[in-house]
């Protein structure tokens, strides 16, 4: 899979795991569109692609609080993704979202250890 080159993508761990979630999650909601799901794939688009644009803005971050508050949004938009490909998941008709699925849950791992570890 094809990512961004930058030294940023490729020292950061969590911040190359999301970028490539998101591209996943471009393809996988342009295989539901052209299914004609539009409206599950308009979701997943907006909350998948967001966990990682959170993760860049965490970044930036202006304090530690600014930066767990920018990483708890891309945990909260992780688990809004979850939903969506839960719901994928269990309807018929709809494209296997296993490799989704367990890419997020190494997301959500290194989002929560990130978060708890910040605190100290």
């Known amino acids: 899979m094809k990512f961004s080159n930058s030294e940023k993508y490729q020292n950061n761990p969590i911040l190359k795991e999301t970028f490539?979630?998101?591209?996943?999650?471009?393809?996988?909601?342009?295989?539901?569109e052209a299914n004609r799901k539009f409206?599950?794939?308009?979701?997943?688009?907006?909350?998948?692609?967001?966990?990682?644009?959170?993760?860049?803005?965490?970044?930036?971050?202006?304090?530690k609080a600014?930066?767990?508050?920018?990483?708890?949004?891309?945990?909260?938009?992780?688990?809004?993704?979850?939903?969506?490909?839960?719901?994928?998941?269990?309807?018929?008709?709809?494209p296997d979202t296993n490799e989704l699925i367990n890419k997020l849950n190494t997301i959500i791992k290194i989002l929560n250890k990130i978060i708890s570890s910040s605190y100290k």
């Open 39 to 63: 409206v599950v794939a308009k979701q997943l688009i907006r909350s998948g692609t967001s966990i990682g644009a959170n993760v860049k803005e965490a970044q930036n971050a202006e304090s």
């Open 20 to 32: 490539e979630f998101s591209l996943l999650i471009v393809q996988y909601s342009e295989l539901l």
């Open 66 to 94: 600014d930066f767990i508050h920018k990483m708890k949004i891309a945990l909260k938009e992780a688990d809004e993704t979850e939903y969506w490909l839960f719901l994928c998941e269990s309807l018929e008709a709809y």
